[in-house]
């Protein structure tokens, strides 16, 4: 019985990563770690600066993982359906997948923490027209 779900198509990193994204997305959006001493929570050199970085790196990482999770879901069951089997191919795209998707939440969080703050760790406040 083992043997057949861990072969099966539908146990894929695209399904089983996207799922523990969408999951810590969520929580980390329910629950926001108070401190960056929290156990848990989005941590860098950049949200560690002070703790209006940090609530802000949470709060793009969690939105951020919410989304790279749903479209790693999507594309696990998409390959799920394609591949009668557990191919060379089917892995590079799962597992591909969510190494780019994970690259992506680390980067865009940065850049978005780079964009919104300066490097003393004071927020920016938008140009006003």
């Known amino acids: 019985m083992w043997y057949r779900i861990l072969h ?3 146990f894929n990193a695209g399904i089983i990563f996207g ?3 969408v999951l810590m997305g969520f ?4 629950f926001p770690p108070k401190s960056t001493r929290s156990w848990y929570g989005y941590r860098s050199f950049l949200s560690t600066r002070n703790l ?3 609530r802000a790196a949470n709060e793009y990482a969690a939105y951020t993982s919410l989304r790279i999770g749903a479209v790693l879901i999507l594309l696990g069951f998409a390959c799920a359906l394609l591949y009668d089997q557990q191919t060379d191919w089917f892995y590079y795209i799962t597992v591909g997948a969510v190494v780019c ?3 992506y939440i680390v980067g865009n969080t ?3 923490l780079t964009r919104h703050f300066d490097k003393d760790g004071k927020r920016i406040l938008p140009d006003v027209e």
Do not use: V, Y
Request: aromatic share 22%; hydrophobic share 45%.
């Open 110 to 112: 940065e850049w978005q």
């Open 19 to 21: 799922s523990l994204f």
């Open 8 to 10: 099966s198509t539908f």
């Open 101 to 103: 998707g994970t690259m």
């Open 52 to 54: 209006d970085m940090w």
């Open 27 to 30: 929580l980390i959006h329910r």
